[in-house]
């Protein structure tokens, strides 16, 4: 049987690396990149869910969103739970879901436990390319 894993991150080169070291750890896994929350929930349209998730916190909600980041100063972060949330109202288990965050605060992590993704499912950038392969075959085995 296959795993199908997505992997939500905005940034294409960050997802290419990481795409080529699960592949040749992890025999038979199917890798669909998102780059925006956008993209995401139409993927949620379909009947379609992954064996796991590997989810940026930090996301642009939509193509036009990344740019108002920057001319408001909101915090994008809120985006990562915000999909998270989204998923798991979908039908994909929490503990299925990984979360890889460059700022690990009680703010960030507490709405993600209260969501039931256990907290070793989280993981600060940067991350050992190791450490998130065992991510992704924890989270693909439940």
């Given at each position: 049987m296959n795993t199908s894993l997505w992997l939500i991150d905005d940034d294409s080169a960050y997802v290419n690396l990481l795409r080529a070291h699960l592949e040749r750890a992890i025999s038979g896994v199917e890798i669909s990149q998102f780059v925006n929350c956008v993209s995401v929930t139409r993927a949620l349209e379909s009947?379609?869910?992954?064996?796991?998730?590997?989810?940026?916190?930090?996301?642009?909600?939509?193509?036009?969103?990344?740019?108002?980041?920057?001319?408001?100063?909101?915090?994008?972060?809120?985006?990562?739970?915000?999909?998270?949330?989204c998923l798991i109202a979908r039908g994909i288990h929490s503990n299925v879901?990984?979360?890889?965050?460059?700022?690990?605060?009680?703010?960030?992590?507490?709405?993600?436990?209260?969501?039931?993704?256990?907290?070793?499912?989280i993981i600060i950038k940067p991350a050992p390319v190791d450490e998130i392969i065992r991510l992704v075959k924890r989270i693909t085995a439940t």
């Open positions: 009947e379609i869910r992954p064996s796991g998730v590997i989810l940026d916190m930090m996301l642009p909600w939509d193509e036009c969103d990344k740019a108002s980041w920057l001319l408001s100063g909101e915090n994008p972060a809120k985006n990562g739970i915000r999909l998270a949330e879901i990984g979360v890889i965050t460059a700022v690990y605060e009680a703010s960030y992590r507490e709405p993600l436990t209260n969501l039931g993704i256990p907290a070793s499912n």
